[in-house]
């Protein structure tokens, strides 16, 4: 582990092997989980110019804007990152529901021990 990211002033992501961080987004008010998805050095620039959440799509292999198609974008309120720097939290306050199936949060099934899903309340 590179112990000067960790102690370090600086923003310095620590990028995998595709060219990704894990971004943790949650509400600003209610501190609820509501996606995850990944940002690579042109998504994080384009956030911090912006002000909205804007991700790599590891399926469709493209950056896009929160809320570009759909109208619920994501505006950032704080961005964070972990000690060594490969996760970052963005704080938002959500136009609308942040998941694509209309959902407020992408969190909304619960696992449970025999591997069947139980659709939680979709306002948690």
């Known amino acids: 582990m590179d112990a000067s990211r960790d102690t370090t002033d600086r923003f310095l992501p620590r990028f995998d092997a595709a060219g990704l961080v894990t971004a943790i987004v949650t509400d600003a008010d209610s501190g609820a989980l509501l996606m995850v998805a990944h940002m690579n050095a042109d998504a994080i620039a384009l956030t911090q110019e912006t002000g909205q959440a804007h991700f790599w799509s590891r399926s469709r292999a493209a950056l896009w804007r929160k809320g570009e198609t759909s109208g619920n974008g994501l505006t950032v309120v704080e961005m964070r990152v972990?000690?060594?720097q490969d996760a970052l939290l963005?704080?938002?306050?959500?136009?609308?529901?942040?998941?694509?199936?209309?959902?407020?949060?992408?969190?909304?099934?619960?696992?449970?021990?025999?591997?069947?899903?139980t659709f939680l309340d979709t306002d948690a």
């Open 82 to 84: 972990d000690c060594d």
């Open 90 to 117: 963005l704080r938002v306050k959500p136009a609308g529901p942040a998941c694509h199936t209309g959902r407020r949060s992408c969190f909304y099934r619960r696992i449970e021990c025999d591997g069947s899903l």
